[in-house]
C-alpha cells in the first residue's frame, strides 16, 4: 500500500508572528521604560519599611549620555540595637545597587555597606565623611565610569564601578587592607592604601604601608605608582637591600643609635623592597643581619614574621616566566599534557 504525502501551497505569506518580520521580540519589549523618579520611590518604600533614615545623597552622571545616576546612603539600628548602614544607588533604568543593612543575627559582617561621600588623601576617616574632589558619584579612576566608595564595619574600603544597569566592584591587590587613600605621584589620581596595625605599647613600631594604584581594570600594589612608592622608601634604585644606598646617593648614612629606631628602619625597609619588586632572599638576608638586643627580640620577630608573610605571597603570586622555544621549533599551542580525547 502506498501512503501518499499531500503538500498544499499558497502563493500568500501569511506571517502569523506577532513581532514582524523578524519573528522575535525586541529587546525593547523586555527592558522597562527608563524612570528615575520611580526606582527612587520604591528605594524610599524600602527604607521606611527597613527604619532606614537618609543621611546623605549624592548625584552623577552616565557615561555616553546614559543619564543620571542617584547614590544614597542610609543610617539604621538592628534588633541588637547596633548601629546599621545601608547603600542604595539607582539609575534610569533600576536599583543598580543594593547594599545592607546587615541583618542582627549575621555572623560574617565583612560586607561593605556605609558609603563614603567622599575619598579625601590621608588616613584620617572622618576626612572621608567631607565632601571633596573624590566624591562617589563621580569618576574616581579615570575609566569613563562613575564610581562609588563603601567602607565594612572593620574599616576596609571598597570601590564599585556604575553603569545603567548594574555594578561591579573593583579588584584591589594590598598586602592589607585598604583603609584610606593617598595620591603618591601627585597626579591628581588617589591610590588604596592600608597599614600593618601595631600595639600601642610596641615599642618598634614600624610604620608598613602598602599602596594600590589604577591599572588594567584594577587597583594594585603592583601599579607604576604603587611600585615607585615602595621603590623611594626601600633605599632607591639599585639599592642592594634594606638601608643601602643606590647609585648616585653617596655613601650610606649611619643607622640610628636608638636599637629601636634602628629595627624599625630595617624592618620599614624590607617591606618596601619586597613590594618594590626586590628579590626575597637577598632582603630577608639583610633584615636578618641586624644586630637584636634581647629586650627587643621577641617584638622584632613578630614584625620580622610579617615581612617573611609578605615575601612569601609575593613569590607565589609571581608570574611564571615565560620559556622561550628552540629555534626552528613552534610554541604549542596547547599545554603540553593536555590531552585532545575526552574523559
Given amino acids: 500500500m502506498t501512503v501518499g504525502v499531500l503538500v498544499l501551497s499558497c502563493t500568500s505569506d501569511h506571517q502569523v508572528s ?10 525593547s519589549v523586555y527592558v ?51 548601629r546599621t548602614s545601608a547603600v542604595r544607588v539607582a539609575t534610569p533604568r533600576g536599583v543598580v545597587m543594593a547594599a545592607g543593612p546587615i541583618e542582627s543575627g549575621r555572623v560574617d559582617r565583612s560586607q561593605a555597606t556605609e558609603l563614603v561621600p567622599s575619598l579625601l588623601p590621608g588616613p584620617d576617616t572622618d576626612a572621608a565623611q567631607q565632601l571633596g574632589l573624590f566624591r562617589s558619584g563621580t569618576d574616581l579612576n579615570r575609566d569613563g565610569a562613575p564610581d562609588v566608595a563603601l567602607r565594612n564595619e572593620a ?40 597599614r600593618v596595625p601595631v600595639d600601642d605599647g610596641d615599642p618598634i613600631r614600624p610604620d608598613l604601608v602598602d599602596v594600590a594604584g589604577f591599572e588594567g581594570g584594577r587597583y594594585t600594589h603592583r601599579s607604576g605608582a604603587a611600585r615607585a612608592f615602595h621603590e623611594a622608601r626601600a633605599g632607591g634604585p639599585g639599592a642592594g637591600g634594606p638601608g643601602a644606598g643606590g647609585p648616585g646617593q653617596g655613601k650610606r648614612p649611619e643607622p640610628p643609635k636608638d636599637d629601636a629606631v634602628r629595627l624599625r628602619r630595617a624592618l620599614e625597609q624590607a617591606w618596601h623592597a619586597l613590594l618594590a619588586g626586590r628579590p626575597a632572599k637577598e632582603t630577608l638576608a639583610a633584615l636578618d643581619r641586624e644586630p637584636v638586643p634581647a629586650a627587643l627580640r621577641e617584638v622584632f620577630s613578630a614584625h620580622r614574621a610579617r615581612v617573611a608573610e609578605l615575601a612569601a605571597a609575593s613569590s607565589r603570586d609571581a608570574p611564571a616566566p615565560v620559556e622561550e622555544a628552540p629555534r626552528g621549533t613552534r610554541a604549542p599551542t596547547r599545554p603540553q599534557e593536555a590531552s585532545g580525547r575526552p574523559d
Avoid: C, M, N
Fill in 32 to 82: 522597562a521604560p527608563p524612570d528615575l523618579d520611580a526606582h527612587l520611590g520604591a528605594i524610599d518604600a524600602e527604607a521606611a519599611e527597613l527604619g532606614l533614615t537618609l543621611e546623605v545623597e549624592l548625584r552623577g552622571a552616565l557615561p555616553r549620555g546614559g543619564g543620571e545616576v542617584v547614590v544614597r546612603g542610609y543610617r539604621g539600628t538592628d534588633a541588637l540595637g547596633r
Fill in 155 to 194: 574599616g576596609a574600603l571598597e570601590v564599585w564601578a556604575l553603569q545603567p544597569l548594574g555594578a561591579a566592584r573593583y579588584t584591589v591587590e594590598l598586602a592589607v587592607p585598604p583603609r584610606f587613600a593617598l595620591d603618591v605621584d601627585r597626579d591628581g589620581s588617589l591610590e588604596l592604601a592600608g
Fill in 18 to 27: 506577532p513581532w514582524g518580520a523578524a519573528r522575535r521580540p525586541p529587546l
